[in-house]
């Protein structure tokens, strides 16, 4: 991923917590702290803290203080005063290499006008439906290559059917997904053969999380005398100097096509560098910082919504049934189809209600107070927003622990009574997720096609996935599942009609149809 660290509140730097002692006396009076303490699942934890002090707690994480808030109405009060610069974190070792290397910073590291600015730049072409669109096709090839890649797996490893570890093959998807909207270009992430350059740079998005949580341990000042630092540093270098070989290689294509006098048909970094309105290390920063964003919050998705869909075999035949009434035979999905889906897209969204992979968001009031219920909050507060916790509460929720896609059905009874903040799951307002059209299209096309595709059973062995909150929300274990092809399915069975037929003489056939009436007229 991507927004690891983005909400883990470590990152939060100690004065940002400087909330004035005499308003938390007030507030917390009676109120006992709550010590970070690691368990397996940090959502459910935060569930079991909102049962005994209701929707608005103080916890302390080591020298943090961080204000929990786990109700619909107050994350609505907290996001709705945020001021024109929302802060999540000020992440000073993402920082603190930027500026070591005089880079610049991109969308999740930037602060106040500058970010602004940034989001300015970079949103129309992430967000607005007609652009996005336009990035059907190259998902598509995507999405093309990831079902040959499932059968392939299925055939060498999986005994004909099964698909073992389905979010580290999804990461590839997705990570190929991003790379063809951002870079226009193919990383080959699911050849035979995964190029080395390609492999490296996904080892080095795993070491740069992984240091990540363990640098930010540390006093700033330690950090150049830390070894991990220095492999933290090395991890950034090797990402930026990929990323920057391929916004050279599209500037290159450019110049070739202006000597040429050729159109510039292009998508994402073509208009970035055509618009010159950001400079080249802005660019590379931007570009860098999606990447790191958009990769395992989608696989993680993905991931959670096949393994809902082989265990809820009815919303699968649903969900099935829609994909080929507006898609028949070999017809692929594409944006105006996916828009005649509403099931598909209910599936997703409840996938994300049940599976909120950013289980929790970090806030800091920079610009004014803030008021919460009914306390007043000084500025710099950080706030925890509870997402997982909220939309798990049965009085937001219906039945919260089973997978109802229909909630999110227009003119349904269920999607009038909910209230819009009870799931947020790519955050609110000015400062939310700036891929989350992209996400949700090539979330789109590949479950639509996955799901014409394959018959998707659960592993036999019947293992049961829990999550894990690493940053995000990740299965604990691998998720395996069982691929089952329906177009063989369909010639198998239209296969089993036909010799049945060859094997009957035509009198005994009439029997047949007789003994047919009489079992009818019987019954
Ligand atoms: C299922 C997929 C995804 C989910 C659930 C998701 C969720 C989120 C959430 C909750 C935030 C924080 C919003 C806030 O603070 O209010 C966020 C921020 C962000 N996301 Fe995503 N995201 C997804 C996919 C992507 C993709 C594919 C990209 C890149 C193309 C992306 C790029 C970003 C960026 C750059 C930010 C930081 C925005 C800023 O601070 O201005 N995300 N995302």
């Not at 999110?408 to 009038?416: C, N």
């Amino acid at each position: 991923m991507s927004h690891s660290l983005l909400h883990d509140l470590y990152v939060v730097c100690k004065e940002s917590c400087n909330l004035s002692s005499h308003l938390l006396a007030h507030v917390w009076l009676n109120r006992p702290n709550i010590s970070h303490q690691r368990r397996n699942h940090r959502g459910e934890r935060v569930i079991e803290h909102s049962k005994i002090y209701g929707p608005l707690w103080k916890s302390t994480y080591g020298p943090l203080v961080v204000v929990n808030v786990a109700s619909p109405e107050l994350i609505e009060q907290v996001l709705r005063q945020e001021g024109r610069h929302p802060l999540r974190t000020d992440m000073p070792h993402w920082r603190t290499y930027r500026e070591l290397r005089n880079q610049a910073h991109g969308p999740l590291t930037e602060m106040g006008p500058k970010w602004q600015r940034i989001r300015s730049i970079l949103n129309p072409q992430m967000l607005k439906p007609r652009h996005v669109s336009a990035y059907s096709d190259a998902i598509n090839e995507v999405v093309t290559d990831f079902i040959r890649h499932v059968a392939r797996l299925r055939e060498t490893n999986g005994g004909g059917v099964m698909v073992n570890d389905l979010a580290g093959e999804l990461y590839k998807f997705a990570f190929e997904g991003i790379s063809s909207v951002l870079f226009e270009n193919r990383m080959g992430c699911m050849n035979e053969v995964v190029p080395e350059e390609t492999q490296k740079f996904i080892f080095c998005v795993g070491d740069m999380f992984r240091l990540s949580s363990v640098v930010i341990l540390f006093p700033k000042s330690s950090w150049p005398y830390l070894p991990f630092w220095k492999q933290f540093v090395e991890a950034w270098d090797y990402l930026f100097k990929v990323t920057e070989k391929l916004v050279q290689k599209k500037m290159d294509e450019i110049q070739d096509k202006v000597h040429l006098q050729q159109s510039m048909e292009g998508a994402y970094l073509t208009h970035l560098l055509l618009s010159e309105q950001m400079t080249m290390t802005e660019i590379l920063a931007s570009i860098t910082e999606l990447l790191l964003a958009g990769v395992d919050t989608t696989s993680n998705t993905v991931s959670w919504s096949l393994y809902l869909m082989a265990r809820n075999p009815e919303i699968q035949e649903q969900l099935y049934q829609e994909v080929i009434r507006v898609c028949p035979g070999d017809k692929v999905p594409n944006s105006d189809d996916i828009a005649g889906m509403p099931y598909l897209k209910a599936v997703i969204r409840e996938t994300l209600r049940l599976y909120p992979v950013v289980p929790g968001n970090a806030r800091v009031t920079v610009e004014n107070e803030i008021v919460v219920g009914d306390y007043v909050f000084p500025k710099k507060t950080l706030f925890h927003l509870c997402h997982y916790c909220v939309s798990h509460d049965e009085n937001v929720f219906p039945e919260p622990l089973s997978f109802q896609p229909q909630r999110w059905l227009r003119g349904t009874e269920d999607k009038s009574k909910q209230h819009p903040f009870g799931s947020v799951p790519f955050g609110f307002g000015i400062r939310a997720c700036l891929g989350r059209r992209v996400a949700e299209l090539e979330m789109h096309l590949l479950l639509s096609r996955l799901i014409k595709h394959y018959e998707l059973r659960p592993d036999p062995a019947g293992t049961q996935v829990m999550p894990i909150t690493r940053t995000l929300l990740c299965p604990a274990k691998p998720i395996n599942l069982q691929f089952v092809d329906r177009g063989a399915k369909q010639t198998a069975r239209a296969a089993a009609g036909a010799s049945l037929f060859n094997a009957l003489h035509f009198d005994q056939l009439i029997n047949l149809t007789i003994l047919v009436d009489i079992y009818w007229n019987l019954f």
